[in-house]
């Protein structure tokens, strides 16, 4: 996890695979990920994992409505 200060620090980050460039860290960082397909955020109910935080948020909602389907009362 990056440090709240460097994740603001400035600069010119330039990604390794690709050549797009970032003024802040913590985007250039996420980008990198993206492209070795490190998958960092893992799902706590299936063993699927995620290269952003935004991805797993998103795939967490199938989970919120199969419990939401789940908790339905049988007539």
């Known amino acids: 996890r990056v440090a709240s200060n460097q994740s603001r620090k400035r600069g010119n980050f330039k990604c390794r695979y690709c050549g797009r460039t970032f003024v802040y860290m913590t985007p250039f960082i996420a980008h990198e990920y993206a492209h070795a397909n490190e998958k960092r955020f893992l799902c706590s109910f299936c063993p699927q994992g995620f290269v952003t935080r935004q ?21």
């Open 55 to 75: 991805l797993l948020t998103v795939h967490l909602r199938v989970h919120k409505d199969e419990i939401l389907a789940n908790d339905d009362p049988v007539p």
